[in-house]
């Protein structure tokens, strides 16, 4: 009797198998999705930290021909200022050899700002000299190429005036500066877009 009431229930589950979850089935789809998504729909380089967190402008010509910057400006206001990949030092054999801070009235390397207040902060004109870039030919001067505080200089080029050869638009910025916000409203106009610079330079 008991293998019969087996037999039968046996049978019953074999008519009416437990019905599939669909919200389960499209939940676990979604998330399999998040997870691993389309290679196809990935990016053929991943972005870089200066991509994600600033915004590139250019200043091509700055004061003389092919004297060539670059303002990266993050969110909160700040601008990295360096060299753009056009810049006519590096056109010159051998490339960058010296980096000099001690420009104009100071040194801006000796300028050293503390505090939430940035205490010691100089405050300088877009056409300020920032540093004096030298090759075996000559020597060029890098500029503010916008009004404001100078916060910090780069002062690894001191030593290693070989980064601005490398990796001028990372580890070779020159300075950081603080503009206020009407006097980068001001500015702003006036700068290249990445694609804009890559289009006048045939980059």
Not at 82 to 110: L, Y
Request: charged share 25%; proline share 5%; aromatic share 8%.
């Amino acid at each position: 009797m008991t293998t019969q009431i087996a037999e039968e229930e046996s049978q019953l589950v074999k008519q009416n198998p437990t019905p599939v979850n669909s919200n389960e089935d499209e939940s676990e789809k979604q998330l399999h999705e998040l997870l691993l998504p389309n290679v196809d729909d990935l990016p053929i380089k991943p972005t870089s930290a200066i991509e994600f967190n600033f915004v590139t402008y250019f200043a091509p010509d700055f004061m003389k021909p092919e004297h060539d910057q670059y303002i990266y400006r993050h969110a909160n206001g700040l601008c990295v200022i360096g060299m753009a990949a056009g810049h006519v030092a590096f056109k010159d054999e051998g490339g960058v050899t010296s980096v000099d801070f001690n420009v104009g009235k100071s040194n801006r390397s000796e300028i050293k700002v503390t505090g939430k207040r940035k205490r010691n902060a100089q405050h300088f004109e877009s056409n300020t000299a920032l540093c004096k870039v030298c090759t075996n030919n000559t020597f060029y001067i890098v500029r503010c190429c916008i009004k404001g505080s100078l916060l910090e200089v780069n002062e690894r080029l001191i030593k290693q005036p070989e980064l601005l050869n490398s990796a001028a638009d990372r580890e070779g910025y020159v300075a950081i500066i603080m503009p206020r916000p009407s006097d980068w409203l001001k500015a702003k106009d006036s700068f290249m877009t990445f694609d804009e610079y890559k289009k006048l330079r045939r980059l």
